[in-house]
C-alpha cells in the first residue's frame, strides 16, 4: 500500500494558467473601484470647493489674523 506519487511536471504551468486570469481580474476590480469609490468623488470635492473659492479674499483674512511676517495687518 504506497501513496501515489503527485504530478509535479508542469505544476507551477498548470497553476499559473488557473490562477493569473483570477488575479488580473480581481486586481482590475480593485482598481475600478478605488478610482469611483476614492479618486473621483475626491475630484468633484476639490472642483466644488474651488468654485466659489476667493485666493484674495483668504489671504486679506489671513494678513489681518497676523498670520504673516512679511505683511502686516492694515490696521498697523
Known amino acids: ?3 501515489a ?3 509535479m511536471r508542469g505544476l507551477l504551468g498548470k497553476r499559473l494558467r488557473f490562477h493569473l486570469p483570477i ?3 480581481l486586481s482590475l476590480m480593485a482598481a475600478a ?10 475630484k468633484r470635492a476639490y472642483a466644488d470647493f ?12 489671513m494678513r489681518e489674523a497676523g498670520i504673516f511676517e512679511s505683511v502686516r495687518p492694515t490696521g498697523k
Open 1 to 3: 500500500m504506497s501513496l
Open 5 to 7: 506519487k503527485p504530478v
Open 23 to 25: 488575479a488580473f481580474a
Open 33 to 42: 473601484a478605488f478610482k469611483f469609490g476614492v479618486t473621483e468623488p475626491r
Open 50 to 61: 474651488y468654485k466659489n473659492y476667493d485666493a484674495t479674499k483668504e489671504f486679506n483674512n
